[in-house]
């Protein structure tokens, strides 16, 4: 099955969501606000997502 193209909107999108899921507080289906890549030496996804962001904003 073909989801179509990744596109630059959806990657930004896409790292967006990361971030935000890292500054949400802990509910009931999470018992943490970090997603489930995240180790005690930090987040492999957190830190791509930032990545994402800042070359975002430099070309903006």
Do not use: F
């Not at 970090?34 to 904003?57: E, P, S, Y």
Request: hydrophobic content about 40%; charged content about 20%; glycine content about 8%.
């Amino acid at each position: 099955m073909d989801d179509g193209p990744i596109t630059p909107a959806l990657v930004l999108w896409t790292a967006k969501r990361v971030i935000t899921a890292h500054s949400e507080p802990a509910n009931p289906h999470r018992a943490t606000g970090r997603c489930g890549q995240c180790r005690d030496n930090g987040c492999d996804m957190l830190a791509w997502a930032i990545g994402v962001v800042k070359a975002h904003r430099v070309r903006s």
